[in-house]
């Protein structure tokens, strides 16, 4: 069975504080992803990466960083969180060619920034 | 610019009944469609895909009907069961974009006993 696994279930930061949020995956998968999740918004895409130290931006990629120095682990970085960087961050990964493209999901980080 | 549309933000069935949740797309070639199921506090989890090859795909109590004509999918669940109670998101693939998925804003299914 596929694993990702993300460092926090919950967080709270304060404006301005750098926040770093962990994912990691154990089938060696060349894809991973960062997501976030809002109500009413579906999944939007943050950044991706197709391989190591790669990667590329999604659709909303302002106000974060990434970094993918191994294969199986994909960091998020919020430089300086704001209120609305407020959300549910999902971590993905899937294998590169896969033919349905099945993206599997850890079980997300609640993020509250006040 | 492509799009994934689930036009029904909720849904309330009765249990045993059929659940349909419906999904409409704007880009005229695709690969595949997955729909995923998301219960609160986790991530989705994959459910079933089709292929722009075939117009129905079926999975147990799960069948996903495409019409290529109308840009349109629809993911019937028969007999629905309490469990089904979940978020509902449809996804487009893109196999020339590095396998990212196009998603839709989800479709919340309620179902009641």
């Known amino acids: 069975d596929v694993k990702v696994t993300q460092s926090s279930r919950y967080l709270v930061k304060r404006t301005g504080e750098k926040v770093f949020l962990e994912c990691v995956q154990d089938?060696?998968?060349?894809?991973m992803f960062w997501y976030r999740q809002d109500p009413g918004l579906g999944l939007r895409l943050i950044y991706f990466?197709?391989?190591?130290?790669?990667?590329e931006k999604g659709d909303i990629p302002e106000g974060y960083s990434v970094s993918r120095e191994k294969k199986e682990r994909f960091s998020l970085i919020l430089e300086s969180a704001s209120t609305n960087q407020t959300s549910m961050y999902l971590c993905?990964?899937?294998?590169?060619?896969?033919?349905?493209?099945?993206?599997?999901f850890g079980p997300g980080t609640r993020l509250t920034v006040t | 610019d492509q799009q994934v549309k689930q036009n029904s933000p909720s849904l309330s069935v009765q249990e045993g009944r059929i659940s349909i949740l419906n999904c409409d797309y704007t880009?005229?070639?695709?690969?595949?469609f997955l729909w995923y199921k998301k219960y609160p506090a986790e991530g989705p989890t994959f459910l079933i895909s089709?292929?722009?090859i075939k117009d129905k795909n079926e999975d147990g109590r799960f069948t996903v009907f495409l019409n290529k004509s109308a840009k349109h999918l629809s993911l019937h669940i028969v007999p629905s069961q309490p469990g089904d109670s979940a978020v509902y998101f449809c996804?487009?693939?893109?196999?020339?974009?590095?396998?990212?998925?196009?998603w839709g804003a989800g479709t919340k299914l309620i179902i009641k006993p």
């Open positions: 993905a990964s899937s294998l590169y060619g896969g033919r349905r493209g099945e993206q599997y």
């Open positions: 089938m060696d998968h060349e894809n």
């Open positions: 990466s197709y391989d190591v130290k790669m990667k």
């Open positions: 880009n005229s070639m695709f690969d595949y």
């Open positions: 089709i292929s722009s």
């Open positions: 996804a487009e693939l893109l196999m020339d974009s590095n396998y990212q998925l196009i």
